[in-house]
């Protein structure tokens, strides 16, 4: 059947430091992914989306990249600040259905 | 992108009760989505509505449980039926992003059944 996954692990990083936030997939080739970011007791909110034709694609301190040979797509922060902590998803669409992996909470220090 | 007003944002429900989630778009769109986030998880989609036909259920999930209305183009309510304990969750709705993709969410009404 068709996963995606990420680390369920808490990634703790220093403030000013580029976190990297890891989802992988299998049994399946998604034609795009999605990022979102969910803070506790909000709902998720979209963040970027990349295709699987677009190796990388950028939004502010925020880069995504989509790798279908490894089944793989990475999500930087770079520079990241104590308010980027949160948990981010990824996400993909079959049709209209999104299935979201576990995410992965992000905790940045000062 | 569109604005959705999900109400309550929370509550606090006896077992065997039932509770109705409302969610408010500010413009017209096709389909909308219920999920489900139980405590420490990820979303699971329960259903997708579609205004003037029945909702569309994903496995697990059955319309005596969970009823949805879709009356309109702007609005959508899920109803949480006969509560017990393990329907303690985060429950959002959603709809298809406008322009450059992705989903926009509500805020959540998160549910706990005592």
């Known amino acids: 059947s068709q996963k995606i996954e990420q680390n369920s692990e808490a990634l703790n990083i220093q403030e000013g430091k580029t976190a990297t936030l890891t989802c992988n997939y299998t049994?399946?080739?998604?034609?795009?992914l999605q990022w979102y970011r969910q803070d506790p007791g909000r709902g998720p909110v979209f963040l970027l989306l990349?295709?699987?034709?677009?190796k990388e694609k950028r939004k502010e301190r925020l880069k995504v990249t989509f790798d279908t040979t490894l089944k793989q797509s990475l999500f930087h922060i770079t520079a990241s600040q104590p308010a980027d902590s949160a948990t981010y998803l990824c996400a993909n669409n079959a049709g209209n259905m999104l299935t979201f992996g576990g995410g992965t909470r992000l905790m940045v220090k000062p | 992108s569109a604005v959705i007003s999900q109400k309550p944002s929370r509550d606090i429900c006896q077992r065997g009760t039932s509770l109705t989630i409302q969610c408010q778009v500010d413009?017209?769109?096709?389909?909308m989505f219920w999920y489900r986030q139980q405590p420490g998880q990820s979303l699971t989609l329960i259903a997708t509505a579609n205004q003037g036909s029945e909702a569309t259920y994903e496995s697990g999930f059955v319309i005596d449980k969970f009823p949805i209305s879709r009356p309109n183009l702007t609005f959508s309510t899920l109803t949480v039926s006969n509560m017990s304990p393990e329907d303690s969750s985060i429950y959002l709705c959603?709809?298809?992003?406008?322009?450059?993709?992705?989903?926009?969410f509500g805020s959540g009404t998160r549910l706990t059944v005592v």
């Open positions: 990349i295709r699987e034709n677009e």
């Open positions: 959603s709809v298809v992003g406008q322009g450059v993709g992705g989903y926009t």
């Open positions: 049994n399946y080739s998604p034609a795009y």
């Open positions: 413009s017209q769109v096709t389909m």
